[in-house]
Structures are given as structure tokens and as C-alpha cells.
């Protein structure tokens, strides 16, 4: 089993920034990629970005690239989402979640993913 905690969500101006972690125990860190995934409200659940198991190959959806940093420490269990120059719609309760498939097909569907942290909002006002 895995449990990965979400923090470092709240209420942002547009244009400023957040570092979002999620922390996880259990089985081996290390053998899990980890994924960010965002749900606005009254939205589906959406992919965000994706960190490989040792943080060498990162992913991410469009609309944050360039804005966005996925980062994680394997000696400390936690993988990061930096996120720089926050916008509006960036507004949505972000799931941190872990994959044991270390293949990239459709790596940004929900149902790949092993385990779900709770979530954390994230809140940007104009």
C-alpha cells in the first residue's frame, strides 16, 4: 500500500507562485512515477504534469509548460510541483497520484494510476 498527502495549496494573486508536495509512504518511492492531476469545479479530473521514477524525464500538459516544474526526492519521499506565473484557471484542488507502469502509453489517464492522495486546492484571483 501506498498513501501519498497532498500540501501547499491556498490563495494565490494571478501571477504569483506555489510549490505544491506530495509526500509518500509505504512501499519503495522509488519505483513509482508520480503524476499531478488538477479538477476545477464542475470539471473532470485532468493531467497536469508526470515525474519518472528517477526524476530524469518529466511531462507535462500544454497549458502549464514553461510554467510548471515537477521535481522530486527520492531520499525524502516527496516530489514537488512548482508552479510559477499562476492564472485563473489554474484554480482546481490538485491530486498528486503514483503509477508503478514505467512505460509512456497514456501516461495521462487517470486509470493508470495506483494510488491518490486527497487532494489540495489551489485558489488564483485576478
Known amino acids: 500500500q501506498v498513501s501519498l498527502v497532498e500540501s501547499g495549496g491556498g490563495l494565490v494573486q494571478a501571477g504569483g507562485s506555489l510549490r505544491l508536495s506530495c509526500a509518500v509512504s509505504?512501499?519503495?518511492?522509488?519505483?513509482?512515477?508520480t503524476g499531478w492531476f488538477r479538477q476545477a469545479p464542475g470539471k473532470e479530473r485532468d493531467f497536469v504534469a508526470r515525474?519518472?521514477?528517477?526524476?530524469?524525464?518529466?511531462r507535462y500538459v500544454d497549458s502549464v509548460k514553461g510554467r510548471f516544474t515537477l521535481s522530486r526526492d527520492n531520499a525524502k519521499n516527496v516530489v514537488y510541483l512548482q508552479m510559477n506565473s499562476l492564472k485563473p484557471e489554474d484554480t482546481a484542488v490538485y491530486y498528486c497520484?503514483?503509477?508503478?507502469?514505467?512505460?509512456?502509453?497514456?501516461?495521462?489517464?487517470?486509470?493508470?494510476?495506483?494510488?491518490w492522495g486527497r487532494g489540495t486546492q489551489v485558489t488564483v484571483s485576478r
Open positions: 497520484a503514483a503509477d508503478s507502469d514505467t512505460s509512456y502509453i497514456m501516461y495521462d489517464i487517470e486509470s493508470r494510476y495506483d494510488y
Open positions: 515525474i519518472s521514477r528517477n526524476g530524469g524525464d518529466t
Open positions: 509505504g512501499r519503495t518511492f522509488r519505483n513509482y512515477a
